[in-house]
């Protein structure tokens, strides 16, 4: 991305006032970082097309905490046997609070707060298999 951090979330923002919770909202529409992290039009688009059980989500946060375990759950989910690695490698951790003002960091926090909501309601009314804590509820 050649604009600034500041100028890339204030164009998103600008075009995306909201986080997006319905595909409808974002068919058609240029969009980018942002609102490609909201999943739930992505899913409800899948689910369209996949039935439920093909489907696994895994918080992020569980696998940091727990690759190995988190890994061999994956693992059962897809029918293979267990196995363990020797080792869990970092790859490509970001050091974002360097990058972004508090300013912006709240700007975020509040605009994917909907979402994240929304996502943990939706996980659970639909029954998905999840790896990880969605523990927000509405």
């Not at 918080?59 to 046997?81: C, K, W, Y």
């Not at 196995?83 to 790859?91: A, I, K, N």
Request: hydrophobic letters at 45%; charged letters at 20%.
């Amino acid at each position: 991305e050649e604009k600034s951090w500041e100028a890339f979330v204030g164009q998103e923002l600008e075009l995306f006032p909201t986080a997006p919770l319905e595909f409808d909202q974002i068919k058609g529409k240029p969009h980018r970082h942002l609102v490609g992290s909201c999943v739930i039009p992505f899913i409800q688009e899948w689910l369209t097309i996949f039935p439920k059980e093909q489907f696994l989500f895994v918080r992020s946060e569980a696998m940091f905490a727990d690759p190995a375990g988190v890994l061999n759950q994956i693992f059962g989910f897809l029918g293979l046997p267990s196995h363990q690695l020797d080792s869990f490698s970092v790859l490509n951790k970001g050091n974002y609070a360097d990058k972004m003002s508090a300013e912006i960091a709240k700007q975020l926090e509040a605009w994917f707060a909907p979402h994240e909501l929304a996502l943990a309601n939706f996980l659970r009314r639909n029954d998905l298999c999840v790896i990880g804590e969605f523990d927000k509820q509405s």
